[in-house]
């Protein structure tokens, strides 16, 4: 399989655009971050009257917005048996409240500015294919019914191929989240917020006032979101709560009748399924095939494994797009929301990206604005929960010591090598005059040498072959083959090494 990754949502959406920030700007909030998270809070805070200067690395939705899969529901990829018995009943229904009231929310602007994203409400189906999956999903139908949702267990789920039961879902939805975003943020603009695309946030200070800086321009705001999927930050509390995993989807040109319905298996790891019409044609969306970032030797081996997948499962269908994201998996299972002094930050969300991304803007915004939430303390960034899943928060959190050690330990087991005998579309690391080097040559033959070693907390990169980009096992840190950043924390490119004149004199 040999296509470069492009986002169905992306190719068929027409997106605003607004200039880069030039100069100094005031603001009673800076936000930073053009996805669902920092639009949906801008457009919020403006409704309640305050000035807002939003920041977008790139342009608007070109970020995680762009990459998912767009189920807006209140399923959650926890459980809420988990919740049920690691929190509380009582907790459990304030996950469903919030979870519900952020669908609303999606559907009242939907319905109030009229926007054209293939809204639809649709029924969901948690199923799986084995027998011994049964009783695990009736005890989420009763957590689930526990904690206010109308679910139940169904024993058939129409899908062609066999299935031993679900719980059923009702009164879910789906949209086309590029279009929702590109409506949002023009409402947005028209309500006075000052959208600054290709506007990269080098520094955040915070003080009174807070200043966000980019190579061209501050923004001096009393308040700072951070809608960025990850704190853009040096090394924080919040990294040592959450994870990042790579995950895969694929868009089908799809032929024939189909079923109506958001669905999701029980495989490890699982597959989420959906339909969307755009333009008269109709797309099998299929998302899977997740992993720790940097952990999985042949990123290629994941878009291989949904296709077949898809072919066993729904038949021969036609591959129109392919693409991949970045999901945050929290401690807990919760999203992390909430703030730390001026500066504030949602993030966490799983699989439950256009939810909680609404949810986060919600809660953000009535913080802000000094509105008591009955979600704050359960969301909060510093909820204190000694029964939750000790185990694992050590386990996630023993990734990144483990790591920076075996990469110093082991920096002296790197080959040595020379530059010059990396082929066209092959990445190496090599040891070349006494250092480390990252080199990619790409299928134009171009060189690109640059350092291993992340610029958020040292550890070294891995090649990703289905991305082309370095990406860091530790925090989720992704990087072009010319060191430029894709995803934070990472702030600043990985160095650039000139190797090329040295090994072509050899």
């Known amino acids: 399989m040999n296509q470069q990754p492009a986002s169905l949502w992306r190719a068929t959406a027409a997106t605003p655009s607004f200039d880069p920030l030039s100069g100094d700007v005031h603001a009673d909030v800076a936000i930073v971050g053009g996805g669902i998270t920092g639009v949906t809070a801008a457009l919020l805070l403006a409704r309640q009257g305050r000035s807002v200067a939003l920041l977008e690395r790139e342009t608007i939705g070109s970020g995680e917005t762009g990459n998912t899969t767009a189920h807006i529901t209140e399923a959650i990829d926890a459980r809420y048996h988990f919740i049920r018995r690691k929190y509380s009943v009582e907790e459990a229904r304030s996950v469903a409240d919030a979870s519900r009231a952020s669908l609303e929310q999606i559907a009242s602007f939907v319905e109030q500015y009229r926007i054209d994203c293939d809204f639809r409400r649709l029924p969901a189906y948690l199923y799986t294919e084995k027998r011994q999956y049964v009783a695990e999903l009736k005890n989420e139908a009763s957590a689930a019914r526990e904690a206010g949702i109308e679910v139940s267990f169904v024993d058939s789920v129409p899908l062609p191929f066999a299935t031993r039961g679900a719980v059923l879902w009702p009164d879910q939805a789906q949209f086309h989240p590029g279009k929702y975003l590109a409506a949002l943020a023009a409402e947005a603009a028209s309500a006075g917020v000052r959208i600054f695309e290709q506007s990269a946030v080098r520094e955040i200070q915070e003080g009174e006032p807070c200043v966000v800086e980019t190579a061209h321009g501050r923004v001096l705001a009393s308040a700072v979101v951070m809608a960025t999927n990850v704190p853009i930050s040096g090394f924080t509390y919040i990294h040592t709560l959450a994870a990042a995993y790579r995950t895969y989807a694929m868009a089908f040109e799809f032929g024939g009748e189909h079923p109506d319905g958001l669905f999701w298996d029980t495989a490890d790891p699982y597959h989420y399924t959906r339909w969307q019409e ?83 803007a919600m809660l953000v915004s009535d913080l802000i604005a000094g ?136």
């Open 371 to 506: 509105i008591e939430s009955p979600w704050a303390d359960l969301f909060s960034l510093h909820r204190v929960r000694p029964h939750v899943t000790t185990r694992e928060f050590v386990t996630e959190n023993a990734h990144f010591p483990a790591h920076l050690a075996s990469d110093r330990l082991t920096s002296r087991d790197v080959e040595e090598g020379s530059a010059r005998d990396v082929v066209a579309g092959e990445a190496r690391i090599i040891r070349q005059d006494g250092r480390k080097v990252a080199v990619y040559r790409d299928q134009a033959g171009t060189l690109h040498c640059v350092s291993p070693v992340c610029t958020h907390m040292k550890c070294d990169v891995a090649w990703n072959q289905a991305e082309e980009s370095w990406d860091c096992p530790c925090h989720g840190s992704r990087f072009g083959p010319d060191g430029e950043v894709i995803n934070g924390p990472a702030r600043d490119p990985l160095e650039k090494i000139d190797v090329e004149s040295r090994a072509g004199s050899e």
């Open 278 to 360: 755009i333009d008269g044609k109709t797309y099998l969306i299929v998302g899977g095939e997740d992993h720790r970032v940097g952990e999985e030797e042949d990123s290629e081996e994941c878009y291989e494994r949904l296709s077949t997948y898809v072919r066993e499962h729904f038949g021969h269908q036609t591959l129109r797009y392919r693409w991949s994201g970045q999901v945050i998996e929290p401690h807990g299972g919760l999203p992390l929301i909430g703030g730390s002094g001026r500066i504030f930050t949602s993030t966490g969300y799983s699989g439950q990206g256009m939810t909680f991304g609404t949810l986060g």
